[in-house]
């Protein structure tokens, strides 16, 4: 393949990455809006927000494993016109069941796009220092997608109505599927053996189980949530055992035995978990709060995604000086120092906190995530690219998606407590009780109520919200805190490019084609 047109294929497969990025959280945005015309309530609301996370994570493993078999390019084209549907149908949904009935159906279809994304580009780009840098423009995509669909949300809903962030989706799914018929091969693994059906019903019952009671025990444990959560960990546990026992396994349990593969996943999930938190709370922060409008609230995000971007693009020059676990390190220490500057935010400003909070969380997702996808990508066998992408993906799905429900409900419990505790006399339990739902909600009643009420309901309302984000970024900061650990002891070997096991699929030795320092294959170390 040319050079040309390899990298004109990595520009077909960053479009479908970005999309599923973007409809991660351009919603917060929209939340205002939404909730003003469908009226959610909280719960159906943190579930219109995440379902699609919580799909995604639940499917990708499954997806990943098909699109080993039965090839890479053939699944994005089966998921490109299911997600251009279900956002459609997004768009134009007139209740909130609807729309947490689309979100699912979003998040299938972007579970078959994600894993051949990733997957394609392992043998689009066999030699690593341009598969390094392909990585690199991927997560910029991807990490930039979640900072920028606030931004694009802002945009749109200053000209449209808030079906207009989903319907953007569709025409660019068709674009997408006529340039992947031209420019993208077809890549799958050449002995992926015999599908197995209970490791996929398995994997995808355990998922979901875990996800849903970790959601729910956030906001009200109970022994229903423990007994979900238990029989999610046995589900999973019956898959791990049974993944080891296949001669061709849905997930392939040797990869975590690979230098820096389980470091990078878990670095991965916590620094997604803490971005997509706070990603819940800022854009209500500078539109409920501050009182900006939509267009204007996104050219104040619009720092935190350049950040991102610059911090992925960055990332390999930086990898090829200095060790990758030191770049890696240093994004998740500006990660941390961003949400401890988060946690200082106020209902009445500065902006320049919330720049300077926003610049350095850009900037350390940024340099951490492009490197621990490339130790993840580049460490697997190439026939197990798509598996290996899936386990990436999934991690990052799932950190994602618990991020917005564990810190979201987190944040929103604590706005409810605090706007309970400290409501203005003169409201009625059933306004308080409205009013404890969203702050959008808060905003509607406030504006029914009588000037002085009003008022002091909306500030109210406005410091408890703050009080609850503040909550949530200083958590992330405490849990970064055991990425910035796991980075450092985790990450300490050399990486080299993976081997595929031998045909049999023996415990033989696996060959590495060179050394991980040898300036051909521009190999980068992970330690010191």
Known sequence: MSVLRRWSALAVLVLPVLLISIDMSVLGVAVPALSADLEPSSSQLLWIIDLYSFLLAGMLVLMGSLGDRFGRRRLLLIGAPAFGLASALAAFSTSPEMLIASRALLGLGGATLMPSTLGLLRTIFPERRERQAAIAVWAAAFSGGAALGPVLGGLLLEHFWWGSVFLINVPVMVV????????????????????????????????????????SAVKDAGWVDLATLVAGAALLTVFVRRQRRLEHPMIDTRLFARPGFSAAVLVNVIAVFTLLGVMFFFPQYLMLVLGMGSAQAGLWLLPLALATIAGALTSPALARVVPVRVVIVTGLALLTTGMLLASRLEAAGPLSTFVASSLLIGLGIGLAETLTNDVILTTAPPSRAGAASAISETGYEFGGAMGTAVLGTLGMAVYARGLGAGAPAGLDPAQVAGASQTLGAAHEIAGSLPGEIGLALTQQASQAFVAGMDVVAATSAVVLLAAVVIAFRGLAGPVTDGADPAPADTAGPEADPAPADTPATGSARVGA
């Open 176 to 215: 997408f599927m006529v340039a992947a018929l031209v420019l993208l091969p077809e890549s799958k693994d050449p002995h992926p053996g015999p599908f197995d059906v209970p490791s996929a019903l398995l994997s995808i019952a355990g998922l979901l189980l875990v996800v849903y009671s970790l959601k």
